[in-house]
């Protein structure tokens, strides 16, 4: 689990004891995602989980897209938001994770609204693209490997409809981003990433300093004409 970046020491604290409402069925698929050998590392907080119900719900969403599933704990919080008869498309490279959240899906009722699709996520939106058309989703969430940041965003813009929100995780990378020393290949995209976003004419942004970072996207008035 990426944790809250940047907040005086308690702060956090406060901000989960006095908001978070996450419930048994997340708390133990968050328990046993921290028992693995990877540990929770990849996994939003929780606190991030609870904004990704509220902001999917917002939308509100009736088709979910979400790059880079892991254990499922972000795709649950989405699923949940779905609306009456809306389905949620999560992608992972392997199923080794996924199939661990899985249990998890079907305790909470969700599991019939999921579609995991295993494969390289390019591929798997690339062929989404050419079945089923763009503009057929309401929400993306990227969450996967930093580097093809740039190609989930552009097939993410394909693939949302006029009035939907792009959500990307991890766009502070454990304040490296803004550390000189740090030039490992995942912080220099992360941070390439980041100026095209802000430089792209075609959409609103806010990066919010929540958890590791998350930045909202939508598209701008004209370009949904
Ligand atoms: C940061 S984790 C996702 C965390 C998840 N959103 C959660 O909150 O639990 C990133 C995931 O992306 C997957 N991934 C990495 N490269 C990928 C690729 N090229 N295509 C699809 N998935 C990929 C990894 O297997 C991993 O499960």
């Given at each position: 689990m990426a944790n809250q970046i940047g907040l005086?020491?308690?702060?956090?604290?406060?901000?989960?004891?006095?908001?978070?409402?996450?419930?048994?069925?997340?708390?133990?698929?968050?328990?046993?995602?921290?028992?693995?050998?990877?540990g929770s590392a990849m996994q939003v907080m929780p606190e991030e989980g609870q904004l990704l119900t509220l902001l999917a719900g917002l939308t509100p969403a009736r088709r979910i897209l979400e790059i880079g599933t892991f254990t499922g704990y972000s795709t649950l919080c989405l699923a949940r938001a779905l609306a009456p008869g809306g389905r949620l498309v999560t992608c992972d490279i392997t199923d080794r994770w996924p199939q661990i959240g899985a249990d998890y899906w079907t305790r909470a009722g969700v599991d019939g609204q999921i579609d995991l699709r295993i494969g390289d996520a390019t591929d798997t939106?690339?062929?989404?693209?050419?079945?089923?058309?763009?503009?057929g989703f309401d929400f993306v969430f990227i969450d996967a490997d930093k580097q093809r940041y740039p190609d989930y965003y552009e097939m993410a813009l394909t693939l949302l409809g006029d009035h939907g929100l792009i959500v990307v995780d991890n766009t502070l990378f454990f304040g490296r981003v803004a550390d000189p020393d740090a030039?490992?290949?995942d912080t220099a995209a992360i941070r390439?990433?980041?100026i095209l976003v802000r430089d792209d004419p075609r959409v609103e942004m806010s990066l919010v300093p929540m958890a590791d970072g998350i930045t909202l996207i939508r598209k701008k008035q004209r370009m949904r004409e």
């Open positions: 005086p020491a308690g702060l956090s604290d406060y901000i989960r004891e006095s908001s978070l409402r996450e419930d048994e069925v997340l708390r133990k698929l968050r328990e046993t995602t921290s028992e693995l050998a990877t939106l690339k062929a989404m693209i050419a079945d089923e058309g763009p503009g030039q490992d290949a390439a990433f980041n």
